[in-house]
């Protein structure tokens, strides 16, 4: 039966496998060797340490993998012109990641015809280098630069169709900053989509190239490439839906772009959405931006808590128009059971202040009662994703001014059960609702790769 599987079905099954397993598989019979050979199976490349190595021992590192110079020529002879999209991983052995992208640039500029002219996609990620003093109180984070920068350079100027493109921890020197992009710019002006520039330079150094893609849909970039001119040319494109600012372990404090800019933009841009976000394990608050149009604020680390502050912020810079509030991944901290200590009343009040409020993921304790009350609350809310095993049966709110008795008495008496919490909030929603695991909501993910 495996065997007939329609081709469609196989070549994504072969897109799974590595290179070597598509290989082992191409063997199995004749439909599958004809399905090895088909465009769609190798139109993704990704770069990683092993990829067209080979093992050479050296006298004082032992065995080491080295890129084969050969099986990457049989490879690019032969599917070199299936390419569609280009992934490369950090690489602890960067003469791999530079001979990497020098055989592909000698690979493109050898034919008159640019044979990755139909590239769409080139995802490029630095492993940076961690160096801690003797006594460990201080870590020294490097870049890349010098030849690595210059070979990098030299494949994106071939690479003349890109509609989207990601550059992950380059952590330049201003300097080098300053040219990174003007091959892109001039190559891929109209054809760029989607642009992802996370931490570019080490120290804040504003990017005016990312203003100048006129078709641009989604910017993804960090805060200190940011400035108010360069605010100020991106309301001016008008396709611009999407501005992600995220902050990462690597992004350097800055100054936000100030409120009469984003004012500015608002009116120009009508149709923006801008969403912060803080990712990766390190303990941060997000940049607020003042009058900026957020849509979005997500917490993708383990050690961000429901802070009442935070949220009393969010509630008075951005509570019109805010529409999610996410909270991702197990925390990595103990929460207080004590409804004090808890943030059911800053849940509660967000879910009052913020009209638009469409998706909120909570991952800290909350109290069945609080969650009742954030179903009734938020009109707007279409999803609410919470942990199983945080859930608090308990009905620990005093009793307000504005409830009438029978709200009360409902709250009270829906609040001693989680069966009956769940079908009052399903009944609120007008469809099925359960909280999840925390297997399942560990796979809850932003609505964006960053």
């Not at 070549?11 to 598989?25: D, S």
């Not at 100048?212 to 400035?227: D, E």
């Not at 100030?258 to 990766?280: A, I, M, R």
């Amino acid at each position: 039966m495996w065997e007939y599987l329609p081709d469609v079905l196989l070549e994504q099954v072969f897109q799974l496998l590595t290179m070597k397993e598509r290989h082992i598989a191409s063997q199995v019979c004749s439909n599958w060797f004809r399905i090895f050979n088909s465009h769609r199976v190798w139109s993704t490349i990704v770069c990683e340490d092993h990829t067209l190595s080979r093992r050479k021992y050296n006298y004082y590192l032992g065995y080491q993998l080295q890129l084969d110079h050969y099986r990457m020529h049989m490879y690019l002879s032969k599917f070199g012109r299936c390419i569609r999209e280009i992934i490369i991983t950090p690489m602890t052995n960067l003469f791999n990641l530079y001979e990497f992208m020098k055989m592909l640039t000698y690979f493109a500029e050898f034919f008159d015809e640019n044979p990755l002219h139909s590239v769409h996609t080139f995802d490029f990620t630095f492993a940076c280098h961690v160096v801690s003093d003797e006594n460990k109180q201080q870590e020294y984070v490097f870049g890349t630069g010098g030849r690595m920068l210059l070979g990098l350079k030299n494949l994106l100027r071939c690479l003349s169709g890109l509609e989207k493109l990601s550059l992950r921890e380059l952590l330049l020197e201003k300097n080098d900053a300053q040219y990174l992009l003007d091959d892109v710019l001039y190559n891929c002006c109209e054809t760029m989509r989607l642009l992802r520039i996370i931490n570019c330079t080490k120290l804040p150094f504003p990017i005016f190239h990312v203003s100048c893609f006129v078709n641009l849909q989604t910017l993804i970039i960090t805060p200190q490439h940011l400035n108010d001119e360069v605010i100020n040319q991106i309301s001016c494109n008008t396709k611009l839906a999407n501005l992600w600012i995220i902050q990462t372990k690597y992004t350097e404090q800055c100054l936000p772009v100030s409120s009469k800019t984003w004012k500015e933009c608002t009116k120009n841009s009508p149709d923006l959405n801008v969403h912060l976000v803080v990712t990766g394990k390190f303990k941060s608050e997000v940049i607020w931006q003042s009058n900026a149009p957020v849509k979005s604020i997500v917490y993708d680390t383990p050690y961000a808590a429901i802070k009442a502050e935070s949220i009393l912020m969010a509630i008075s810079l951005y509570g019109p128009h805010l529409e999610v509030y996410s909270f991702h991944g197990l925390p990595r901290y103990t929460s207080s059971k004590s409804f004090v200590n808890r943030g059911d009343v800053s849940l509660a009040l967000l879910c009052r202040m913020c009209p638009r409020l469409r998706k909120l993921v909570i991952r800290e304790r909350v109290s069945t009662a609080t969650l009742l009350l954030i179903a009734i609350t938020a009109t707007s809310l279409r999803e609410l994703i919470v942990r199983r095993n945080a859930i608090i049966k308990r009905f620990d709110w005093k009793r307000e001014d504005d409830w009438s008795d029978s709200f009360y008495n409902w709250l009270k008496r829906s609040s001693t059960s989680y069966e009956n919490t769940f079908a009052e909030i399903s009944k609120i929603f007008g469809r099925e609702w359960k909280p999840l695991s925390d297997e399942c909501f560990k796979r809850i993910r932003p609505d964006v790769a960053f």
